[in-house]
């Protein structure tokens, strides 16, 4: 295949500022057609990245449209359905954070995607830096030895725009949409910004969670504000992820990862000196830099790497089973807080 057509469902803040870019300038992919409820939405994108078609129903698109892939970059509450569209008509996908709202959507799309043979990449951009890859190698290569604790800060100023939903207006700028207000009320900071720091931490140390119990705050807004979670990992590390939404907006966020083993600690600081730091208790250790400020957040990335899957160039950098590693520990905190329980990954599937 020399060329890779992909379409886009959900033309909102996210897929102008990151996907459709990302496909345009990618030298062997096509954007054929756009989708959105709101299809004055998708005109106006289709007519700033020259797309051809626009669509107001994903089953029209995927009936008239030949596509290869599909990017999923609709509100959170429709990731579930519009991807097991998707797969059904044997398309491979780049879904964005969270993939789904539960474990148990998650498990089904993944299973489904397994059986039609198709890949889901998963818009956690952390997963395409520098930073992440070296840790996720080194954890692998052994260079703390077995890990114990994981210790995770995930500060933003998120809730920011639940308090003062027109904050961004005029102070940052965006090529087609912002972001939807309401997106911010309906959705806390477990949905909206653990979920990355969740999905970091399973990325680099490569496991799960077992069970999950978690405290939340709502602070002065209607929706959770301040998350403290304390995980077990299947293989057996603890971990304490925390995570808050309430600093100023021109405050840059804390986006910080300590792990501790047997043979020694590392840690990054991917938001504010983006730099990873080993630590080995024999007395050796490593520090990596990224001093490309355009790579801190190579927002273009999972989208290029969809392209890059389908034409067979490279390898799913960012897979669903490991966003539903992060899934998990997101469904099972808002569980754990609304009971005050303990809730264990199993109890997210019941009889499943
Ligand atoms: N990875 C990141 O850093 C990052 C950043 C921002 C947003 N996101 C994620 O991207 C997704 C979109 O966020 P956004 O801020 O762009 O939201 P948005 O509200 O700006 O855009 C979402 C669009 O989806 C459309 N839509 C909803 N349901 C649909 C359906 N069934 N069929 C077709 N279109 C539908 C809406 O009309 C809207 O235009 C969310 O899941 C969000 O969590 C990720």
Same mark, same amino acid.
């Given at each position: 295949?020399?060329?890779?057509?992909?379409?886009?469902v959900g033309t909102g803040w996210w897929a102008t500022e990151a996907h459709i870019p990302g496909l345009v300038e990618h030298p062997q992919a096509e954007v054929p057609?756009?989708?959105?409820?709101?299809?004055?939405?998708?005109?106006?994108?289709?007519?700033?990245?020259?797309?051809?078609?626009?669509?107001?129903?994903?089953?029209?698109?995927?009936?008239?449209?030949?596509?290869?892939?599909?990017?999923?970059?609709?509100?959170?509450?429709?990731?579930?359905?519009?991807?097991?569209?998707?797969?059904?008509?044997?398309?491979?996908?780049?879904?964005?954070?969270?993939?789904?709202?539960?474990?148990?959507?998650?498990?089904?799309?993944?299973?489904?995607?397994?059986?039609?043979?198709?890949?889901?990449?998963?818009?956690?951009?952390?997963?395409?830096?520098?930073?992440?890859?070296?840790?996720?190698?080194?954890?692998?290569?052994?260079?703390?030895?077995g890990i114990e604790l994981v210790h995770s800060l995930f500060a933003s100023s998120a809730i920011q725009q639940v308090r003062h939903p027109d904050a961004l207006e005029?102070?940052?700028?965006?090529?087609?949409?912002?972001?939807?207000?309401?997106?911010?009320?309906?959705?806390?900071?477990?949905?909206?910004?653990?979920?990355?720091?969740?999905?970091?931490?399973?990325?680099?140390?490569?496991?799960?969670?077992?069970?999950?119990?978690?405290?939340?705050?709502?602070?002065?807004? #209607? &929706?959770?504000? *301040? %998350? +403290?979670?304390?995980?077990?990992?299947?293989? =057996? /590390? $603890?971990? @304490?992820? !925390?995570?808050?939404?309430?600093?100023?907006?021109?405050?840059?966020?804390?986006?910080?990862?300590?792990?501790?083993?047997?043979?020694?600690?590392?840690?990054?600081?991917?938001?504010?000196?983006?730099?990873?730091?080993?630590?080995?208790?024999?007395?050796?250790?490593?520090?990596?830099?990224?001093?490309?400020?355009?790579?801190?957040?190579?927002?273009r990335a999972p989208a290029q790497n969809l392209a890059d899957v389908v034409l067979g160039r490279a390898p799913n950098l960012s897979p669903g089973s490991i966003a539903?590693? #992060? &899934?998990?520990? *997101? %469904? +099972?905190?808002?569980?754990?807080?609304?009971? =005050? /329980? $303990?809730? @264990?990954? !199993?109890?997210?599937?019941?009889?499943?």
């Amino acid at each position: 295949m020399d060329t890779a057509r992909i379409g886009v469902v959900g033309t909102g803040w996210w897929a102008t500022e990151a996907h459709i870019p990302g496909l345009v300038e990618h030298p062997q992919a096509e954007v054929p057609a756009l989708c959105d409820l709101d299809a004055e939405r998708a005109t106006r994108a289709a007519e700033h990245y020259g797309v051809d078609a626009v669509y107001d129903d994903l089953d029209r698109m995927l009936a008239r449209e030949s596509l290869d892939g599909l990017v999923v970059a609709s509100s959170n509450a429709s990731h579930y359905e519009l991807a097991r569209r998707a797969i059904d008509a044997g398309l491979h996908l780049l879904i964005e954070k969270p993939m789904t709202e539960t474990a148990l959507e998650g498990r089904v799309l993944l299973a489904a995607a397994e059986r039609a043979g198709t890949e889901i990449v998963v818009g956690h951009t952390f997963h395409y830096t520098r930073l992440a890859r070296r840790a996720r190698e080194l954890i692998t290569d052994g260079a703390i030895g077995g890990i114990e604790l994981v210790h995770s800060l995930f500060a933003s100023s998120a809730i920011q725009q639940v308090r003062h939903p027109d904050a961004l207006e005029g102070v940052w700028s965006f090529p087609v949409h912002g972001p939807t207000p309401q997106n911010f009320s309906a959705y806390g900071q477990g949905q909206n910004q653990l979920t990355h720091s969740a999905a970091l931490a399973a990325f680099v140390i490569d496991d799960g969670p077992e069970s999950v119990h978690a405290f939340m705050d709502n602070a002065d807004v #209607s &929706v959770d504000a *301040v %998350d +403290a979670l304390s995980v077990r990992f299947t293989g =057996g /590390a $603890l971990g @304490t992820l !925390a995570s808050v939404g309430t600093k100023p907006g021109d405050d840059t966020p804390h986006n910080e990862l300590r792990i501790f083993g047997s043979d020694g600690w590392m840690e990054i600081d991917m938001e504010r000196a983006t730099l990873l730091t080993l630590h080995r208790y024999d007395g050796d250790g490593e520090q990596m830099r990224e001093e490309d400020v355009s790579l801190h957040y190579p927002l273009r990335a999972p989208a290029q790497n969809l392209a890059d899957v389908v034409l067979g160039r490279a390898p799913n950098l960012s897979p669903g089973s490991i966003a539903q590693w #992060s &899934v998990e520990i *997101v %469904d +099972a905190a808002y569980r754990s807080a609304a009971s =005050g /329980a $303990l809730v @264990t990954i !199993a109890d997210l599937y019941g009889d499943a």
